[in-house]
């Protein structure tokens, strides 16, 4: 059940602007998700490539490799060093969207709810390819002996997934907007949760897109401001 979405890049080696996918979610379980699995595998996946001078770069996305088999639910988070604990949780809540929820009831086993974290790329790449298992991750986490590990566990309720869940596919669709104000239209429409931990959440999409695609933040900013001035102009009424 890969989960989808469009970006729109402006490349920063030669400034051509174009649209590309990226995927959040890749299920090894999942014979949909085959040839995403191979992406994954061969490290093309979320690669956007510059139609015009073919520059390349990785998307500043989480993603969510789940392996059943080795029950395994491993979240790359690219620079989770640099996050706090309520920040990271926020960020592998909104990859989660839409993958526990629709795991039905009797197959949400334990591990589901226990995803381990890295910000490391080759890792989640060898887990992919079958050469890293969850006891491999989790004895490499110890190993180094200090909390700033790069593979760590962090716990999500079903609540707190369920509040991602809707804030995330509603960043989803502001993303998708064509404009400012099929935006904003959004954001009365779904007012009830344009809040503290909407705001968060974008702000850690924001300060990944500064470390590793810096040329999305015109874009990222911009989405932010009008946030911002929403919450503003709705408060005072």
Not at 44 to 71: F, R, W
Not at 104 to 119: G, M, N, R, S
Request: charged share 25%; glycine share 6%.
């Amino acid at each position: 059940m890969s989960q989808v979405f469009d970006l729109q890049i402006t490349c920063p080696r030669c400034g051509t602007e174009f649209e590309t996918t990226g995927h959040t979610i890749v299920d090894a379980a999942d014979e949909a998700d085959a040839e995403v699995l191979w992406q994954l595998q061969n490290g093309s996946l979320n690669m956007a490539e510059c139609p015009n001078c073919q520059a390349t770069g990785l998307l500043p996305v989480p993603v969510i490799y789940h392996d059943p088999k080795h029950e395994l639910l491993l979240g790359f988070v690219p620079n989770s060093g640099d996050l706090d604990d309520d920040n990271l949780s926020s960020t592998i809540g909104s990859a989660l969207q839409g993958f526990i929820t629709n795991v039905p009831e009797d197959k949400q086993a334990d591990y589901l709810f226990h995803p381990i974290v890295t910000d490391d790329q080759e890792a989640l790449i060898a887990a992919a390819r079958g050469e890293l298992t969850r006891d491999d991750l989790m004895e490499a986490g110890a190993e180094d002996g200090n909390d700033d590990d790069d593979e760590a566990e962090v716990e999500l309720s079903p609540e707190e997934q369920a509040q991602m869940n809707e804030r995330v596919e509603l960043l989803q669709k502001l993303f998708q907007a064509s404009d400012s104000l099929e935006r904003i239209t959004m954001l009365r429409q779904y007012k009830g949760i344009v809040d503290d931990t909407l705001h968060q959440m974008l702000a850690v999409i924001v300060m990944q897109a500064e470390q590793s695609q810096p040329e999305l933040l015109p874009t990222l900013q911009k989405f932010m401001n009008e946030v911002e001035v929403f919450r503003a102009s709705s408060s005072t009424f």
